[in-house]
C-alpha cells in the first residue's frame, strides 16, 4: 500500500535516491520509462525541501520513499517543478496519488510543468500530464540544451 504526506528536509536523503534512479542519462534514456534532467544532490534537496510556502509531497511504501512530488507556489498557480518514481514503483499509481493529494490540499486554479521535448521526448510524463490529467502543451523553449514543452492546466472554472 503507497501512503502520501507531506516532507521536509529530513527526507532528503532518500528523495535524492530516489531522483537519482530516474536521472536522464542520453545514452540509455527511454521516453516510456520517464526521467528527470536536473537532479540534485542529498544536500541540495535537503535545502529546497526546507524552503517555506512551497510544496512537498513523499510517497511511501512501508518505511521506503519510492516518489516525490516538489512543486513552488506562485499563490495564482503550481509549478510541477519534479515528480519522481521509483523504478520498482512504476505502474502502483504513486504519482497519481501525489497529484490526487496536490489537488486535494492546494486545490490549484492553475498548474504548469515544463517536460522535456528533445532530444529525447519524455513521453510517459507527457502521457501522465497530457494524457490523464488534461495539461495542454503551450508551446516550447530551449534551455540548457534540450528543448522543453511548456505544459499548462486550468481548473474548469477558471477556463
Known sequence: MIRVERIGPEAAAAVA???ESVRYR??????????LVFVGTEEEYRERLSREGDLFWGAWRGDELVGFLICTDFGEAVLVDQIGVSPKARGLGVAAKMMERLHKERRPARLL???MHKPR????????????WGFACEGEYEEEGF???RYEWWAEEEK
Request: hydrophobic residues 40%; positive net charge; glycine residues 16%.
Open 17 to 19: 535516491a530516489v531522483a
Open 26 to 35: 542520453k545514452e540509455t534514456a527511454d521516453g516510456q520509462k520517464g526521467y
Open 113 to 115: 510543468a515544463s517536460i
Open 121 to 132: 521526448r519524455n513521453e510517459r510524463s507527457i502521457g501522465f500530464f497530457a494524457g490523464r
Open 147 to 149: 528543448v522543453w514543452g
